[in-house]
């Protein structure tokens, strides 16, 4: 079992429901939270996301 770390690359879901891989870049267990970004094209975009929703999504953490 994996723990989850800044720097690493985890699943997301996005609003439209596609699922793809996206980079840790802070942890927040005060509000339960992770902020994620990923580049799509030359853009970097970002979200912030539930702990329980990474954790669904990647099941070895």
Request: aromatic letters at 4%.
């Amino acid at each position: 079992m994996a723990t989850l770390t800044i720097g690493m690359e985890v699943k997301i879901q996005r609003t439209n429901g596609k699922i793809h891989g996206a980079t840790v870049m802070t942890i927040s267990y005060e509000t339960k939270t992770v902020t994620v970004e990923w580049t799509e094209g030359e853009e970097v975009k970002g979200k912030e996301i539930d702990l329980e929703q990474i954790y669904r999504l990647n099941p070895s953490l």
